[in-house]
């Protein structure tokens, strides 16, 4: 005989496996909006450095060696642009892939849950049809005990008349 899995516990694990996709779909989100994030402080610290540099070569106060330091604090914080923005392309990538894993997830967990309401319905309606066909046989057997004892009371009064 074939070992059955109860569609509960078939149940309990792919709500457990839908859980677990969404929790992953959730931290690939989160790090997008954490990398999104480093990206918009960056490209604010570049607005900041060059209004202040704008404003010192205005002023005359910048020397060579600051424009210098400047220009290599520019090509670091570019390096770090493009390496975040590569990384948030790459987690964007993920989740796309991780959502339509959920979206799977979900459909076949959907499937499931379907499939255990037409069995609660199929038992619900048999269990019905027992106890209607109990009722029935309860009422046939009070009836025909009841047809028995007034048959053998007129008996007995037929005996007694005569």
Do not use: P
Request: charged content about 35%; aromatic content about 6%; proline content about 0%.
């Amino acid at each position: 005989m074939a070992f059955r899995f109860t569609l509960q516990s078939v149940l309990r694990l792919r709500r457990s496996r839908e859980n677990q996709e969404e929790r992953k779909l959730l931290a690939i989100a989160s790090a997008a909006g954490r990398v999104r994030t480093a990206i918009e402080m960056l490209e604010e610290i570049s607005m900041d450095q060059y209004r202040r540099r704008n404003d010192e070569l205005t002023s005359g106060a910048a020397i060579g060696a600051m424009l210098q330091f400047d220009a290599m604090c520019d090509e670091r914080r570019r390096t770090l642009q493009f390496e975040r923005r590569k990384m948030l392309a790459e987690l964007e990538h993920k989740r796309a892939q991780q959502a339509a894993e959920y979206r799977k997830a979900a459909s076949n967990g959907k499937l499931w849950k379907d499939c255990a309401t037409i069995r609660k319905r199929s038992l619900t309606a048999s269990f019905r049809k027992r106890e209607q066909e109990r009722a029935d046989e309860i009422f046939l057997i009070r009836k025909n005990c009841l047809r028995s004892r007034i048959v053998s009371a007129q008996n007995s009064a037929r005996i007694a008349e005569q």
